[in-house]
């Protein structure tokens, strides 16, 4: 179980992005301070449910960390992002602790 992804950062412009490979790059975060705030925010929020948790468990937890994520850095929550697909995830019960 896992998802093993990347992080780079764009050295000119400083924007972080993510993926399973250089070939299917998205964006994370507009700069490495960013990425780490909203890391740090996610771990602090985990565990996101427990094991048998239902979907709605699973919902909450994706609203809570859709708020952290957009709190320090609003694109960084749209669709297409790799917090985005995070979340996607979380919500769907892929994280438990």
């Not at 427990?50 to 994706?62: K, M, P, R, T, Y």
């Amino acid at each position: 179980m896992g998802h093993h992804v990347g992080v780079y950062l764009q050295r000119d412009s400083g924007i972080v992005f993510a993926g399973a490979s250089l070939n299917d790059l998205v964006f994370a975060n507009s700069s490495i301070r960013h990425f780490n705030e909203c890391a740090n925010g996610v771990v602090d929020r985990f565990p996101f449910y427990d094991e048998g948790s239902d979907l709605d468990d699973c919902e909450v937890a994706a609203g809570d960390l859709e708020r952290i994520i957009r709190d320090v850095d609003p694109p960084a929550a749209d669709e297409g992002t790799f917090w985005s697909d995070f979340i996607a995830d979380v919500s769907i019960g892929d994280y438990p602790e």
